[in-house]
């Protein structure tokens, strides 16, 4: 059974740095694309960050752009976001994707197939 799961969330202050990780287990998603969404209390699921199944193609919400990156380690079948000078905004339930197509289809949640069940971030003024 495919699964994606978050690691490296937690509380940290403003201006500060956290680095997430996404392990995926069961068949390989090495050839899928894969994203990053957050979800803030009382607001949708919104688009970080997104890459192509050999990290070609990479996407980035105008919100974290120049601030956060995301890259994959295919051998260990595993997605990061480095995220740096966070804000208090940036606060939220950050869940990760796989699409299984192999290139970026698009920005919108709907795209993807699988969905981790999401590490908390959250950034103090």
């Known amino acids: 059974q495919r699964q994606l799961v978050e690691s490296g969330g937690g509380l940290v202050q403003a201006g500060g740095s956290l680095r997430l990780s996404c392990a995926a287990s069961?068949?390989?998603?090495?050839?899928?694309?894969m994203g990053w969404f957050r979800q803030a209390p009382g607001k949708e699921r919104e688009f970080v960050a997104a890459?192509?199944?050999?990290?070609?193609?990479?996407y980035y919400a105008d919100s974290v752009k120049g601030r956060f990156t995301v890259s994959r380690d295919n051998a260990k079948n595993t997605m990061y976001l480095q995220m740096n000078s966070l804000k208090p905004e940036d606060t939220a339930v950050y869940y990760c994707?796989?699409?299984?197509?192999?290139?970026?289809?698009?920005?919108?949640?709907?795209?993807?197939?699988?969905w981790g069940q999401g590490t908390q971030v959250t950034v103090s003024s």
């Open positions: 890459l192509s199944w050999n990290g070609g193609n990479i």
């Open positions: 994707a796989a699409d299984q197509q192999p290139f970026v289809r698009g920005l919108g949640p709907g795209e993807y197939d699988y």
């Open positions: 069961g068949r390989t998603f090495s050839n899928y694309a």
